[in-house]
């Protein structure tokens, strides 16, 4: 990290280190559109994004940006509530900033999710897949720079970088709820333009199942500072030249709040699970 990116974070520790009622051990980054889980948490603390001294504050429509703290299964978690992209003019290094402060809450295990395009033909609007690994395409390292050794080691291996025992897990809750996951690869792009047919073409070459403007830097800083990691996206629409109609952000958000119940149910059972995989 370069010392403007270094001075934010310090900053942001002091600040929380203040705020932060107990320390989690479960994480969960919410995308587009799903925000329902967090009614049945009992939030004992918030900490919006705004009141962090030179905190980067997201633009993104559905994108609050705030921790919030509280307890599902005597489990104690955080849920990050919206997200930072790339596209919105952040760096890489900025957009991660938050999934480094999760680290210093105390978290060690996070579960992300998003909405995102299906480029596989077998998958579709409503359905939910567990990402196994991932590409990313035109966007930087946020690894890129110097490095911090207190954080993680400059080089951090990618072998796993999503958890094989938190992707088993999920997979048990969502047979235990009867609900379809399938599993693939996921690609992030730039954005903020969807993508044409002819990248989607290029992607489905490169091995990608669903496509998204977010996620990726995420991992990665995860497995930089040592929180293990799992995903769910949630396929809100086709990809271009797959899709027969025009892609919104309208559309990708209706579809996600229709997801949101299923999700919801998922996750609540996911975390009755990891309470007792990791007592």
């Known amino acids: ?5 270094s001075f934010l974070l310090s900053d942001a520790i002091d600040y929380c280190s203040k705020q932060v009622p107990f320390l989690p051990r479960l994480g969960f980054v919410l995308g587009s559109g799903l925000d329902a889980f967090i009614h049945k948490i009992k939030i004992e603390k918030s900490i919006d994004f705004q009141d962090i001294p030179g905190f980067p504050v997201p633009t993104t429509e559905n994108h609050k940006g705030c921790f919030l703290f509280g307890h599902y299964a005597e489990v104690p978690v955080v849920i990050m509530q919206g997200r930072l992209h790339y596209y919105e003019g952040f760096s890489p290094a900025e957009t991660i900033l938050p999934i480094r402060l999760l680290k210093h809450f105390g978290v060690q ?3 992300l999710t998003n909405a995102s395009g299906a480029i596989r033909t077998d998958l579709a609007p409503g359905d939910f897949l567990l990402i196994t690994d991932h590409l990313s395409f035109l966007v930087p390292s946020p690894l890129r720079g110097p490095n911090d050794n207190n954080i993680g080691k400059r080089f951090p291996d990618m072998g796993q970088p999503y958890d094989p025992a938190l992707n088993h897990l999920l997979m048990q809750a969502a047979q235990e709820c009867s609900i379809p996951l399938q599993s693939g690869t996921y690609i992030q792009a730039a954005g903020p333009q969807f993508e044409t047919p002819a990248e989607i073409q290029c992607f489905q070459k490169f091995g990608a199942d669903a496509v998204g403007m977010s996620t990726v830097n995420e991992v ?7 929180i293990r990691v799992a995903c769910i996206s949630c396929i809100g629409n086709m990809a271009a030249g797959i899709a027969s109609t025009p892609i919104t952000l309208e559309q990708v958000i209706e579809a996600s709040k229709k997801m949101s119940p299923k999700l919801e149910k998922l996750l609540f059972c996911f975390i009755q699970k990891y309470a007792e995989w990791s007592a």
């Open 1 to 5: 990290m370069n010392d403007t990116k």
């Open 109 to 111: 295990h996070l579960l």
């Open 220 to 226: 990665i800083a995860a497995n930089h500072c040592g």
